[in-house]
């Protein structure tokens, strides 16, 4: 297809998944907190069965929600599910994922430094590591574990952590990290899809038909919308983390992308904790913060020291000719390389003046070994450590 209407599709793609994944999770945060919110009704006009009741002010007008212990008397005329936003929110990000990566497996996926994949193996290992990533997930859920939190909190981080540096160890840094968000997010739209759904028509149908209700049914749908509300920081954390090379592209990038998602759920447990009355909801809040900045130190490289004469270890003449070499095919107003119209991001790297603006840019992308994509232009170890040393002078 034509490269200008490919990169409308894809703009439009990205942002109808934000779309809907902002309504997700706006959903998800707006009825954990009125799950945490909800006090005993206040006056004695309230539905028979209501266990609980928040009053709001917002947009200039006033609203009161109530939340019923079982099931309201009857079933009212109207009743509104949540479902597709999940949905699209997943088919988005799974089209998305396949046209930016799947299809695009030779310059996206694989990294010969990491390993030498055929395209259909690369896929075969994506689609694999979801598809497993829920099945292991589920299990737990409906094991006995489930019902004690902290050990399968425990498990579930040392399961991320192995499912990282499996698809670290297989396949480019950044298709890596955004895999693992992709297995993340997967599980919150199953978990919508196979459980939470179901157990909300059975629990329906049961009303219907005036049937006792399967009350354990709505209490796994709790427990799995607990688990999506926690998820939702690290899948967000991995969709931003895909313009920071430096972030997965460390070598301990496998180590570093799970253990920010462990913070981001320790940031939200704070907002969880204070809904439930904890004492000092946010200490766990502040903790997960200053988890993000220990990271953000240890990961830290100082630049590289200049020679003994003063002078930067490589020039910025060498630098330009492996730029020209190995970058200026796509990075350059008129890309020779093939299915290029015009420089990505709009960076063109021929004037040496947007070379040495953009040196921290490069230094990233280029250590990351994001950067020359797919290694198209086949840059060697030796011509990456020189770039990298200019990139990282002083
Ligand atoms: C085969 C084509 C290709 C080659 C060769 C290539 N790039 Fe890129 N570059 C891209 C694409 C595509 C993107 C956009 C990636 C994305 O969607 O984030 C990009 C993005 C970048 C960005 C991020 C720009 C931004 O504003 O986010 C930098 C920096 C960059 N490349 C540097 C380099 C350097 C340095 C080299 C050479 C060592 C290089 N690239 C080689 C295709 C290429």
């Known amino acids: 297809m034509d490269a200008h209407l490919l990169s409308w599709l894809s703009m439009s793609l990205r942002w109808f998944h934000l779309v809907t994944g902002a309504a997700w999770i706006g959903a998800s945060f707006y009825f954990n907190w009125l799950n945490n919110n909800v006090r005993p009704p206040e006056s004695a006009d309230a539905n028979p069965g209501v ?24 079933l009212p005329a109207t ?21 930016t990566y799947w299809l695009e497996a030779k310059a996206m996926m694989i990294d010969t430094a990491v390993r030498d994949l055929s395209s259909g193996a690369a896929v075969g290992v994506a689609a694999g590591a979801l598809v497993l990533g829920w099945f292991v997930y589920d299990g737990l859920c409906r094991s006995p574990l489930a019902k004690q939190p902290r050990v399968f909190a425990a498990l579930g981080l040392v399961l991320l952590v192995a499912a990282s540096f499996g698809l670290f160890s297989v396949m480019a840094a950044r298709a890596a ?19 939470i759904i179901p157990g909300q028509r059975a629990l329906v149908d049961a009303m219907v038909g005036n049937k ?24 967000l954390f991995v969709m ?25 759920v320790c940031i939200r447990h704070g907002y969880n904790l204070r809904g439930q009355g904890a004492p000092r909801p946010f200490v766990i809040s502040w903790i ?9 130190v240890a990961t830290y490289k100082a630049p590289v020291s200049r020679t003994a004469s003063g002078e930067a270890a490589v020039t910025l003449t060498q630098a330009q000719m492996i730029i020209a070499a190995r970058c200026m ?38 250590e990351s070994r994001a950067m020359p994509l797919g290694n198209l232009t086949g840059m060697t170890d030796e011509e990456r450590a020189l770039l990298l040393g200019w990139a990282r002078g002083e």
């Open 240 to 264: 931003v983390s895909n313009h920071y090379p430096n972030v997965w592209g460390h070598a301990l990038g496998w180590l570093v992308v799970p253990v920010v998602c462990v913070l981001g």
């Open 212 to 235: 006792p209700l399967p009350l354990e049914k709505g209490a796994a749908g709790a427990l799995r919308s607990l688990h999506n509300n926690y998820l939702t920081l690290p899948a």
């Open 288 to 296: 997960g913060a200053a988890g993000l900045l220990i990271v953000a």
């Open 329 to 366: 095919p796509c990075h350059a107003a008129e890309p020779t390389q093939a299915g290029f119209v015009e420089p990505p991001k709009g960076l063109s790297l021929q004037d040496p003046a947007v070379i040495v603006a953009n040196r921290e840019k490069i230094g990233a992308q280029v």
């Open 79 to 99: 009743l509104h599910w949540f479902m597709y936003e999940a949905y699209f929110t997943w088919i988005t990000g799974f089209l998305l994922l396949i046209t």
């Open 177 to 195: 990290a955004m895999h693992l968000g992709a297995m993340i997010g997967t599980i919150m739209a199953a978990n919508v899809f196979f459980v």
């Open 51 to 74: 266990k609980g009741e928040v009053w709001a002010i917002h947009g200039g007008a006033f609203y009161r929600a109530s939340k019923f212990g079982g099931a309201p008397a009857a």
